[in-house]
């Protein structure tokens, strides 16, 4: 049940919301009295919580016999929370994008976590870009398979192409068969790198794979350019050496 939690969490609910929700879904029908005993939680909290849970549609309310009760509404409200989340999101997106991408400067930004990956996915959507990658061993793929599996497809329908110079490694070979509207080269798995790099657009990206991920995000249009010019002429260069 943690896990379920975690989830509710991650998809934008309160601890509290979570803890209700899962509650009504896993007992049904339950008055505000029951539900701040299970929890231990005041009942004014209660009632605040479920008011934000009938405001998001997911939680609702009937008097039976005088007596107020709570039920969960169907868990595909879920969905229709987040998408409605993601789409007031996305009315946004171009008005801060245009803010972001709108002058030539210079910005450095480190995250930590798989979110780093998320973000930079997010973005090769967001710009429609090709990209190239250089070095690693297409880890993202085992990672986050089901995210990983998203942005093919919607790289796909929009057509967004990759490159990629990767470790010439049989379980490279392997991942590669799920990416999607790709080019490989295959480079010497002794090669050294200090992580896996990507670049598309004004950004150069580094990925470093340990046990934390650590992504250093740069926006610098003069770099992105010289590192894909590189990228480029070591790209061709594999591609004849192959031939």
């Not at 009295?33 to 997911?58: C, F, I, M, N, S």
């Not at 910005?107 to 990956?117: D, E, F, K, P, R």
């Not at 993202?140 to 990629?164: A, C, S, T, W």
Request: proline share 3%; hydrophobic share 45%.
């Amino acid at each position: 049940m943690a896990d379920d939690l975690e989830t509710l969490q991650e998809a934008g609910l309160t601890p509290n919301e979570a803890k209700l929700y899962m509650l009504l879904v896993e007992q049904g029908r339950m008055k505000a009295t029951e539900l701040a005993k299970r929890t231990g939680l005041h009942r004014v909290t209660v009632y605040d919580t479920l008011e934000q849970l009938e405001r998001k549609g997911l939680a609702g309310k009937a008097e039976v016999r005088g007596v107020l009760s709570f039920e969960a509404t169907p868990p595909a409200a879920l969905l229709t929370f987040v998408d409605e989340k993601r789409n007031a999101v996305e009315r946004l997106l171009p008005r801060l994008a245009r803010s972001f991408e709108g002058d030539e400067r210079v910005g450095t930004s480190v995250i930590y976590g798989v979110n780093g990956i998320k973000t930079v996915f997010e973005d090769v959507i967001s710009l429609r870009a090709d990209f190239c990658v250089y070095h690693g061993q297409l880890q993202f793929v085992d990672i986050l398979p089901k995210f990983y599996m998203i942005f093919n497809e919607k790289r796909k329908r929009l057509g967004i192409k990759g490159r990629f110079m990767v470790l010439d490694l049989p379980e490279v070979h392997e991942r590669a068969k799920k990416v999607m509207l790709a080019e490989f080269r295959y480079i010497d798995p002794t090669s050294p790198s200090g992580g896996v790099w990507w670049t598309y657009a004004d950004r150069v990206v580094l990925f470093i794979v340990q046990k934390e991920i650590t992504t250093i995000f740069v926006k610098n249009a003069e770099l992105a350019r010289a590192f894909r010019k590189n990228f480029d002429s070591s790209f061709e260069a594999a591609g004849a050496a192959k031939k």
